[in-house]
C-alpha cells in the first residue's frame, strides 16, 4: 500500500466522500484545474467536473455564503479558504448563519458545510498566510472545530467533517503537509469526532497540543525521556466541543500539564483548557499549568517566525518546570 | 476612441399611480379579473396584519416589529410569481411573499415576539427564514440556486435585499456568481429609499440600483414597485428565464417605505413629512382597487367585507400567538447540534436544575 502525506490524504478523502456522495461538492479559488495551491483537490476536476468541482469567483464572502446556501438546500459543500488569513470575510456567514441555521429554525434546516483552512506558520509565506486563529472559531456556539495532525487522522477526521450534521472548521497544519507519509489506506472509515487523541503514554507530565505543534512536543517527549521523564501526549484534534475527559484522565495520572499551541497566549484556546483544569483537576495538579504558546503578538514575517513558534527546547523547559514545582 | 459596450435600463410600470393602464400590453394574468382580485385580497389582508402587528408591539404583546407598510405590492408579487418548491430568502418584512408561500402569521409573530420557532415554517420546508444582518441572504440564495443547477433541478431561488442592503459585498457576490455561473437566481432589490435614516441617494452615485447587474452579468430591470402587475409580470419574466436555463436577474422595484424602519424607530427625525405625504400617493393599494372597481370586479361593498374578515383571520392568529406558552428552558440547547455534546449535557442539566429550583 502507498504511503502518503497529510495533504495527500486530504484528497484521498475528498476524493472518496465525492464517490461516495453525489452530494459532495468542492469550492474554492484555484481548486478545479490548478487542484488547488497545496495541491489538496488535485486531480478533482478531472474526475468529478467542474461542477462538483468548482473554481469561484475570487471573493470569499462569495464562497462562504454560496456554501451556507447549498448546505442549506441538502448538499454537503466542503469550501476552501485558501490561506488562514482569508478566513476573516467568511466569518460573518459561518458565526451568523452556518453555526446558526439548526437553532434559528428549530431543527426545520441545518447547515452541514465544511470549511477547510490550511491554517499556522513557518512555511516561509507571505503575510497573512500564517495565522492561528482557531480561537475566533472555537467561541461560537454550533461549530465543531477541528484540526488533524497526522495523514491518517486527516484522512479520517476530513470523512468525519463531511458526514457530520453539523459545520465543521476543518483547519489543515500546512507546516506538515508533507512533514511525513504513513499508510492510509481509502477505506472510507471515518474517525471518532469530539475525542482527544493519545499519541503517547506517560506518567510525569501531560503535554497538550493540536495541528502543527503535535511535531515538536512529540520531539519534546523523546527529548524529556532521555533524561528520564516519562511524557504523555494528548492531540486534542476537536477543539470543539472539547473531550476534556481524555485530558483530564491524563492528569489525574501525571498531575502536570503543559499546553502547546501556536496561537497567541491570551484568549487562545489554551485557556480553555487551562480553565477546565482549574474547575475540574485542581486537587489532582501538583504544579502550576503551563502554557507554551505563540506570542501575543502577530506571527512576524518569515525571517523571525520560527522565533516565534513554539519550540521544542520552550516545551521541554516548561516540562522541566511542572517537574520542579513539586 | 469606439465604444466597448452600451448599456440600457429598461423601466416597467402597467398601472400609474391613478390607477390607469399606461401600456396596452397587459400580461396574461392581468386579464384575468378573478386572479387580479385575489392578488388584491391578499395585499389586503398584509396590511391588516401589519397594522394589527405594529398595535400589538405598541401595548406590549410584540418585540421589535419591522412592518411593511408600502411594500404590498412587490412583495405579493413576488411570492405569487413563485412555485412551491422553489426557495424564497426573505430579509425580515416580506410578509407579503411568506403569507403566500404558507408561512402562517402566528409564525410572523412568533418570530418578533422572541420564539424561535416563528422560523419553524409550517408552510415552505426549504424557505430561508428572516434574515437580519444584511445582504447575506443572497449568497444563500445563490447557493441554493447552484445546488438546484448541480441537482439538474428545475427550481428558482429569489432573494429580496433593500436599497441599503444593494451596497453590500454579498449582494454584488450573489448576482456575480449568478453571472459566471448561469444561476437560477433571481434577486429582487426592494428599493424603498430608505435605510433606517440613510437615503437612497447616498448608497450609491449610480443612477439606477438595477443597473448594479449590468457588471455582474445578470439582466437587469427598474420596475415600478408600487404596481402589482409591473412587479408580477418582471418576477414571471425573471423567475422564467432562470427556471429555463437563462440564468439569473436583477429587479429594482422602486417604492417607498411608508413606516418607520421598525417600530424602535422614529422616522419623523430623518424625513421630512411632504416627502412621505407626496408617498402615499403613489403608495400600491389604492392604485389596484381603483383600476379593479373601473374594470366592476370590485367596490367599496367588497372591500369592507374583506376587511372584516381579514381582521377575524388576523384575530385568530393573534390569539394562537398569544397563547403560545414559551419553551421550556432546555430548548436553548436542544437545536445548536444535531447531537448534544457532553459539554452541553451538562450546562443543559444545569440550567434544568436552575429552572427546577425556580419552580
Known sequence: MAQITLIEAITQALAHEMANDASVVVLGEDVGVNGGVFRATAGLSEKFGT??????????????????????????????????GFVYPMVDHIVCHAARFRTRTRGRLSCPLVLRVPWGGGIRAPEHHSEANEAIFTNVPGLRVVMPSSPSRAYGMLLAAIRDPDPVIFFEPKRIYRQYKEEVPDDGEALPL????????????????????????LEAADALAKEGVSAEVIDVATLKPLDFDTIHESVKKTGRCVIVHEAPRTAGFGAE??????????????????RVTGYDTHIPLFRLEMKYLPSVERIVAAAKRTLAAS | MSIAATFEIEYLQYLDADGKLVRSDLPEF??????LVELYK?????????????????????????????????????????????????????????????????????????DERGNDFSGPAHDFPWCVPIATQCLHAAGAALAFKIRKEPRVAVSVVGDGGSSKADFYGAINMAGAQTLPYVSVIVNNQWAISVPRTIQTGA??????????????????????????????????????????MLIEAVTYRLSDHTTADDARRYRPDAEVKA??????????????????????????????????????????????KTQPVEAIFDYVYAELPPDLTAQRAQALALEQRRG
Open chain 2, 42 to 114: 391578499t395585499m389586503l389582508f398584509v396590511r391588516v396584519f401589519d397594522t394589527k402587528a405594529v398595535a400589538l408591539q405598541r401595548t406590549g404583546k410584540l418585540g421589535t416589529y419591522a412592518s411593511c407598510l408600502g411594500h404590498e405590492a412587490a412583495h405579493v408579487a413576488i411570492g405569487s410569481a413563485m412555485r412551491e418548491d422553489d426557495v424564497f430568502a426573505p430579509m425580515y418584512r416580506e410578509y407579503g411573499a411568506q403569507f403566500v408561500r404558507g408561512v402562517k402569521p402566528r409564525e410572523v409573530l412568533m418570530y418578533w415576539g422572541g
Open chain 1, 194 to 217: 469530539d475525542v482527544c487523541f493519545v499519541l503517547r503514554d506517560g506518567t510525569d507530565v501531560t503535554l497538550v497540543t493540536w495541528g502543527a505543534q503535535v511535531k515538536e512536543t
Open chain 2, 30 to 35: 392581468a386579464r384575468d379579473a378573478k386572479q
Open chain 2, 279 to 324: 408617498a402615499w400617493e403613489r403608495e400600491p393599494m389604492k392604485r389596484l382597487r381603483t383600476y379593479l372597481t373601473a374594470q366592476n370586479v370590485w367596490s367599496d361593498k367588497h372591500e369592507e367585507a374583506w376587511k372584516a374578515e381579514c381582521e377575524k383571520i388576523v384575530d385568530v392568529e393573534v390569539n394562537a400567538y398569544l397563547e403560545t
Open chain 2, 207 to 248: 443612477k439606477t440600483l438595477a443597473q448594479k447587474g449590468i457588471a455582474a452579468g445578470v439582466e437587469c430591470l427598474q420596475v415600478d414597485g408600487n404596481d402589482l402587475i409591473a412587479m408580477r409580470a418582471a418576477m414571471d419574466h425573471a423567475i422564467k428565464r432562470a427556471r429555463h436555463g437563462h440564468g439569473g
Open chain 1, 273 to 290: 483548557v487551562a480553565a477546565r483544569l482549574a474547575e475540574h483537576a485542581m486537587y489532582d495538579l501538583v504544579a502550576p499549568v503551563e
Open chain 1, 51 to 84: 461542477q462538483r468541482v468548482l473554481d469561484t469567483p475570487l471573493d470569499e464572502t462569495t464562497i462562504a455564503g454560496v456554501a451556507v446556501g447549498m448546505a442549506v438546500q441538502g448538499m454537503r459543500p466542503v469550501a476552501e479558504a485558501q490561506f488562514d
